[in-house]
């Protein structure tokens, strides 16, 4: 984990500005379907804990996409916000929206079965499959 740095990120539209103490730079990437479908393509995303603080909240919505999880996002640009772990409270947020992250490191590559053959990721990577993952969360509920 990076240490004490305060990072800030906003929404396209600038309505919700977000305040994160700690961001891990060794990000993840997910390949499922509903990553897909949410955002077109696989989510790159950084594990930024629970210090977080959001501005003008009252524009963000969040969907439940599962039973562990759920999806925020601006309601007036809709703006990717996070992906946040209901049981530990732990947002894991777009690696895109801060664009000053130094020492990033792709570390995981999630649903790594799931991952259609159009695209490839030449990095060397952890990975995890769907059933690896639902034996995880199976605990996480
Ligand atoms: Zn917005
Ligand atoms: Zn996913």
């Known amino acids: 984990m990076s240490e ?17 103490a700690q961001i891990n730079p060794n990000f993840s990437v997910c390949h499922c379907q509903g990553c897909r ?11 930024c804990g629970t210090d977080v603080t959001f501005e ?6 969040s969907y439940p996409s599962s039973d562990w999880a759920e999806r925020g996002f601006c309601k007036q640009c809709g703006t990717h916000l996070f992906y ?10 777009p690696l895109g929206l801060f ?13 790594s079965d799931k991952k259609p053959s ?15 993952i639902m034996a995880y ?5």
């Open 56 to 61: 003008n909240a009252e524009n963000i919505i």
């Open 99 to 111: 664009p000053a992250l130094e020492n990033l490191k792709m570390d995981i590559q999630y649903f």
């Open 137 to 141: 969360f199976a605990d996480q509920v």
């Open 4 to 20: 004490s740095a305060t990072y800030q990120a906003s929404c396209l539209c600038s309505a919700v500005k977000v305040t994160v």
């Open 118 to 132: 159009y695209y490839c990721l030449a990095n060397d990577t952890k990975e995890m499959t769907e059933a690896q």
């Open 37 to 47: 479908t949410w955002g077109g393509g696989p989510f790159f995303a950084v594990q």
């Open 84 to 93: 946040r772990l209901k049981k530990t409270g732990a947002y894991n947020m």
